[in-house]
């Protein structure tokens, strides 16, 4: 566990466990994305896509007491990854056993690969896009300048001094800014992004 994940305090994740509402809806925003993305690389679209998506959540929902970052390389998405898998390796095993469905044979060839080949790594634009959504979920918690400054220094890499002087603050000012907004994500979301 990094020490940035000792730090969270309430995160999401425990706000789920907790049976928050709006904590578990706000999960579903962030991994949903990912969730698709998988049943789109093993052929699984639209209507099915999401009947196994909602599969993989309400899985997660029944198991999340068991989520553990006991290694360094146990992560969330990892978790997440492993349960999706299996739910497309039942969802392919309907269809090789529905006659209606497409060809038992090609239903059978996907269920191979989906249990014997290797996952795709996460390409930096799915990972971008769950630290644009992460960060969307704290956005609003924050004033427009104090997000303007953070936004600058930190997503667009400008230097501290420069936003500083451009915002007429202290390059103090600027870090603290940065900190707070990199502290509440950290609360929010720390264990689940890694």
Same mark, same amino acid.
């Given at each position: 566990?990094?020490?940035?994940?000792?730090?969270?305090?309430?995160?999401?994740?425990?706000?789920?466990?907790?049976r928050d509402e709006e904590a578990w809806r706000r999960l579903v925003r962030l991994y949903a994305p +990912? %969730?698709?993305?998988?049943?789109?690389?093993?052929? %699984?679209?639209?209507?099915?896509?999401?009947?196994? *998506?909602?599969?993989? +959540?309400?899985?997660?929902?029944?198991?999340?007491?068991?989520?553990?970052?006991?290694? !360094?390389?146990? *992560? +969330?998405r990892g978790w997440l990854r492993v349960i999706t898998r299996n739910k497309l390796l039942d969802h392919f095993r309907r269809l090789e056993n529905q006659p209606a469905?497409?060809?038992?044979?090609?239903?059978?060839?996907?269920?191979?690969?989906?249990?014997?080949?290797?996952? !795709?790594?996460?390409?930096?634009?799915?990972?971008?896009?769950?630290?644009?959504?992460?960060?969307?979920?704290?956005?609003?918690?924050?004033?427009?300048?104090?997000?303007?400054? +953070?936004w600058r220094t930190a997503v667009e890499g400008q230097a501290t001094a420069v936003v500083a002087a451009e915002m007429g603050v202290s390059a103090a000012a600027i870090r603290k800014a940065k900190s707070r907004i990199l502290h509440r994500l950290r609360q929010e979301v720390g264990e689940l992004i890694a």
């Open positions: 566990m990094s020490s940035r994940d000792k730090l969270t305090s309430v995160s999401l994740l425990d706000r789920i466990r907790d +990912f %969730v698709a993305s998988w049943c789109a690389h093993w052929g %699984v679209r639209g209507q099915d896509a999401d009947d196994v *998506t909602q599969e993989v +959540f309400h899985s997660v929902a029944k198991s999340l007491e068991a989520f553990r970052r006991d290694r !360094p390389d146990d *992560t +969330f469905a497409q060809g038992g044979s090609e239903a059978y060839r996907q269920l191979e690969q989906v249990a014997q080949e290797q996952w !795709p790594e996460d390409s930096a634009a799915d990972l971008g896009s769950l630290y644009h959504r992460a960060l969307d979920l704290v956005r609003s918690e924050f004033e427009e300048r104090t997000w303007d400054a +953070f």
